[in-house]
């Protein structure tokens, strides 16, 4: 078979979502080619020449792009069968032929084997059982095209890879739980070494491991990082880990830190404790301050989400986040796209079980992928689109964090004090965020050439 991948978007990184299966495929016999859309522009010549076309989403912003892609595929070969795969995939069950969810390298070959299995998710444990074919990057853009770690003023090559799949913990707002309903499957060791050896020799300098929760299988994840950095001593990371991880395992820091950690990134969310409590988060704003305190005593920055614009949101509550910020020190460590994340309540939602939620929401929209929502005062909705539209404005024009900083707070009325010219922290150079709507600079790479 003749088989195009295409990548949406994936956080800056090369994606690993087309790169994994793309090496199973041709490992299977199948003739592959990709198209990464974050980084390349639409060309109709390979979806003509593909027998099967399957659309990476693997979160939101990827989901709303594909619901084009799916469209210009069509245009182009509308006989041909198309499956979106990855978490988001079946919110694209009224377009895709197929749609995949869970564990998909395997299944997605099997798909282009012929098999016709009905199943959505799947959740088996291949990849935990090692010895799979190496994701074919060599078939993608190279690393100087994507993500980069700005450090002491110079950007370095950045490989990605995960450790393990899903998540052991259900917060409600999160759309992993939806597909992976408390579970993880671990990726085996060696073939995490492999990947990291083989993007290290396309010049990686620093690795980011995506895990949903790095330390939800924390002795494996010490594992892997202690392998790494035995492999590659030079190599730095970061990592995701939620808060009250990073407050449980408080003894792996000084570790990781000796290893290369520069920064971990963390779900903080919100600085009200009745919001965090509605999302099931399991800390409060008094564990955030002491998860920064933490990692800093180490040597290591914490990056947090942030998700300020919830049903129960008040302008006063995005202000308190804008004064915690800049009371922890963190203007440097908030991409700015952070201030303007609203909640997105996709298709099985858990938050779709709090009555209050389930009374105010509107009938789940395909083309948006969540169901619509307002907030109990329409004040708080225009500040969310003004802060939208004035930080996409920002960042287009290059402004820096600390100005963006600055905006936001002028445009919320937040009065957090002097923003210090020394801000600056380790980053990655990515700018946007999975829970994000796309801009319209990403969806211009599936206009015509």
């Excluded at 090559?157 to 992976?180: F, I, K, L, Q, W």
């Excluded at 180490?298 to 049903?311: A, K, N, S």
């Excluded at 929401?361 to 539209?389: I, K």
Aim: charged fraction near 20%.
């Amino acid at each position: 078979m003749r088989v195009l991948l295409i990548g949406c978007y994936e956080l800056g990184h090369q994606p690993l979502q087309v790169a994994g299966p793309a090496g199973r495929l041709r490992a299977a016999g199948h003739e592959v080619r990709t198209l990464d859309l974050a980084v390349e522009a639409w060309d109709p010549e390979p979806a003509a020449w593909a027998d099967r076309v399957g659309i990476a989403v693997p979160m939101h912003t990827a989901m709303r792009i594909a619901r084009r892609v799916v469209d210009l595929v069509r245009d182009v070969a509308p006989a041909t069968p198309v499956c979106a795969y990855g978490l988001y995939a079946p919110m694209l069950a009224d377009v895709a032929d197929r749609v995949l969810a869970g564990e998909t390298d395997a299944t997605l070959t099997d798909w282009v084997d012929g098999a016709d299995d009905a199943n959505v998710v799947v959740l088996d444990r291949r990849a935990a059982a090692g010895g799979g074919p190496l994701p074919a990057r060599d078939l993608l853009p190279g690393l100087d095209r994507y993500a980069r770690l700005a450090i002491a003023g110079e950007e370095r090559p950045v490989a990605y890879v995960e450790a393990s799949h899903g998540c052991a913990h259900r917060c409600r707002h999160c759309p992993v739980p939806v597909v992976y309903d408390g579970r993880i499957r671990v990726v085996a060791l060696d073939d995490v070494l492999r990947d990291v050896e083989q993007q290290v020799a396309a010049g990686a300098r620093h690795v980011t491991f995506g895990d949903p929760d790095f330390c939800n299988s924390v002795h494996h994840a010490r594992r892997v990082v202690a392998a790494v950095h035995e492999r590659f001593p030079d190599l730095t990371f970061d990592c995701t880990v939620k808060v009250e991880h990073v407050l449980r395992h408080a003894g792996i820091w000084p570790e990781f830190a000796e290893r290369g950690c520069l920064f971990v990134v963390s779900a903080f969310e919100s600085t009200d404790d009745t919001v965090l409590a509605h999302l099931d988060k399991g800390h409060t704003v008094a564990d955030e301050a002491a998860a920064v305190a933490l990692l800093r005593r180490h040597g290591i920055e914490v990056r947090p989400t942030w998700l300020p614009f919830t049903p129960w949101t008040t302008t006063s509550h995005v202000a308190d986040l804008l004064r915690f910020v800049a009371d922890q020190g963190l203007i440097g460590n908030v991409d700015p796209v952070q201030y303007t994340i609203r909640l997105l309540i996709p298709k099985g939602s858990l938050l779709l079980d709090l009555p209050d939620v389930a009374a105010r929401v509107g009938a789940y929209d395909d083309t948006l992928g969540a169901h619509p929502w307002a907030a109990s005062d329409p004040v708080v909705d225009a500040l969310q689109a003004r802060l939208a539209a004035l930080v996409e404005a920002e960042l287009a024009a290059g402004a820096p964090t600390g100005e963006i900083f600055a905006a936001v707070c002028a445009a919320c009325g937040a009065d957090p004090g002097p923003v210090p010219a020394d801000i600056d922290r380790p980053r990655l150079t990515e700018p946007w965020f999975c829970c994000a709507e796309p801009t319209a600079g990403q969806f211009g790479t599936l206009d015509p050439v």
